[in-house]
Each structure stands twice: as structure tokens, then as C-alpha cells.
């Protein structure tokens, strides 16, 4: 197997790291840089076969791209190396326009376009798909709140894509996880209306917080995203016709709060990650269908910017 990564951040570091753990050292692992970013790390290195530069020439065999550099380059880097590999796996959030070009990249019927969504994959999410009967469920509310400053210990969060507009940043599309768990929970709304903005005193144009309150057939939702809050808090509440649940994705833990029933899902964060490498290989190999294309990726990305997917 010969994989190649577009961009060499801290997601990518982490993806190598983890296959590296799972597929050993018979796997192939190629890195494209654009020779703007830091050195590389002597750990990481080791792990990494070839650094070819953006612009040179790069080999055209690999059975994998991942497409993790910033997110207002996705687009463009998925069409750079179209054609330098068979399957694609693209982080999220998709693209930064919600793919409305999307049409242009002619995406070919025998490759495999897959959005990076790993919250699905922690054991929070999966027991809520596992054991929940949503359709008594009449009302939802989710948030992520935390603060961003302290979201990448050393790094001046000024700099980072998040803080700044013309690189993807801000909520609506850096929390993406919440709307794509939403939908891969209870599927996609009738009607959503939205308020989005910059409220807060971080030094950064993105917008720092979103609000959402979404319309189902049978149940409304409640979602709020922010960058300013300091004590972190990533919650789903579920109120129903017989139970008032909190799942709590920080604490990784279900708690029946009409019953004081208490159940513990601690993993580590590779853990998770690492399942949807799994997850995602197994598609490749034709094991599994691809259950969040790019087109599915887009249709998410454009309910957080307020839209209908």
C-alpha cells in the first residue's frame, strides 16, 4: 500500500503516526509540502519515506491521497493530485466554498472520496447510534464550546487557519463534527435558521460563535458552536418521551439523568482516530459502502453555513 499526504500539520502527523501503528512498515507513506511549513520532526521523519515539494515531480502509483493542509486549499489540492492517486481521504471540513464547483473535478466511479468525520467513531457517538431510539426523541441540544487560544499549546492561535477567514476559518466550519454527527445520527433537517458572528475580543476575523435551531418532522434540534469559552464543554442532551439523556464527548460518558444510570466510554483520542482509518480502508477494499462522500461532505458543510444540505 502507497499512501501520500498533501500537507504536513498536526492532523497528518497524527494519521501517519496511527498507520504506521496499524499497517506497519510494509505501507509506503509519501508527504507533499508546499516548503513554507516547519521542519520536520525527527520522530516524524523517520516514519515518512519521501518529502516531495508542491510543484516537483511526484509519483502518479499511490493507492491512497489524504488531503489534510489548510482548509482553504482543500479544493485545489484534490484537484493537484487527481491524478496522482486512486482513493481519496479529505479532512474536514470538505471545502471551503460547501462545493459548489464540485462538478469540475469529474470524480471517477472506481475511486473512493471520503470526508474525515471522527467524532462518529468515538464510543459516545457510537453507543448513541447503537442504542437510542431517536424516534422518541423529541428534542436535541448540542454544543462545543472552548477556548481557542488553548487549543494548540505553542502555537499563536492568530496564525492558525481558525482565527482567520480567508483560510476556512471559524466555527461554523472548524466544528463541522457537530452538524455531520447530527446528521449521521437523526439525518438531515427540514429547515435550519442560524445566527453567526465575531462577539468576542479574540484577536481574529473568522466568526467565533454559531447558533442554530434546526426543524425535523418529529424532533428540533438546538446547536451552539464558540471559540470563547473557557471551561470546555462538548455535550449532546436528548429529551424524550420517557428519558432526558447527556451525552458528554470531554467526560466520554451517558448519563440517564431521569435513572442516575451512568455509563463510562473512556477511550484515548488515537483510539477513535484510528477506527476511522479502519473504517475507511475497509471501504476501499470494497468491504463497506462509502457513507460520507464528498457530495455528503458538502451537503453537511452547507447546513452549518446556514443552508439547507
Given amino acids: 500500500m502507497k499512501v501520500c499526504f498533501m500537507g504536513l500539520g498536526s492532523i497528518a502527523a497524527r494519521h501517519i503516526k496511527n498507520l504506521r501503528s496499524l499497517y506497519g512498515p510494509d505501507m509506503v507513506i509519501d508527504v507533499v509540502r508546499s516548503g513554507k511549513g516547519k521542519p520536520i520532526e525527527e520522530d516524524l521523519r523517520k516514519r515518512i519515506a ?24 482543500h479544493y485545489a489540492a484534490l484537484e493537484q493530485m487527481h ?60 454544543i462545543s464550546s472552548s477556548y481557542l487560544p488553548q487549543w494548540r499549546p505553542g502555537v499563536d492561535y492568530r496564525n492558525t487557519y481558525s482565527a482567520r477567514r480567508e483560510l476556512g476559518g471559524g466555527v461554523a466550519m472548524d466544528l463541522i463534527h457537530e452538524w455531520d ?13 442560524s445566527f453567526m458572528g465575531k462577539k468576542s475580543d479574540l484577536e481574529m476575523d473568522s466568526d467565533d ?35 432526558v439523556i447527556e451525552a458528554d464527548l470531554l467526560e466520554q460518558k451517558i448519563t440517564y439523568k431521569t435513572t442516575g444510570e451512568c455509563v463510562e466510554l473512556y477511550e484515548d483520542r488515537d483510539s477513535y482516530q484510528k477506527k476511522e482509518l479502519v ?25 452549518g453555513r446556514g443552508g439547507i444540505g
Fill in 83 to 142: 491524478g496522482h492517486g486512486r482513493h481519496f481521504f479529505i479532512e474536514k471540513p470538505v471545502f471551503e466554498t460547501g462545493g459548489e464547483d464540485v462538478g469540475r473535478l469529474k470524480l471517477r466511479k472506481d475511486s473512493v472520496y471520503y470526508v474525515a468525520c471522527p467524532l462518529r467513531y468515538t464510543n459516545v457517538i457510537q453507543y448513541l447510534k447503537r442504542e437510542i431510539d431517536f424516534s422518541q426523541i423529541y428534542s436535541m441540544r448540542c
Fill in 50 to 73: 519521501h518529502v516531495y515539494q508542491k510543484g516537483g515531480a511526484i509519483p502518479s502509483d499511490y493507492d491512497v491521497i489524504f488531503i489534510t493542509n489548510p482548509t482553504n486549499l
Fill in 209 to 243: 460563535v454559531a447558533v442554530y435551531i434546526a426543524e425535523y418532522e418529529d424532533k428540533m434540534v438546538e446547536v451552539h458552536l464558540d471559540y470563547f469559552g473557557r471551561v470546555p464543554v462538548r455535550k449532546i442532551e436528548l429529551y424524550g418521551r420517557s428519558q
Fill in 181 to 193: 454527527y447530527i446528521c449521521h445520527l437523526i439525518g438531515r433537517p427540514v429547515k435550519v435558521s
Fill in 279 to 303: 473504517h475507511f480502508f475497509r471501504i476501499i477494499n470494497g468491504e463497506i459502502p462509502n457513507d460520507n462522500t464528498i457530495l455528503d461532505g458538502c451537503r453537511t458543510l452547507r447546513i
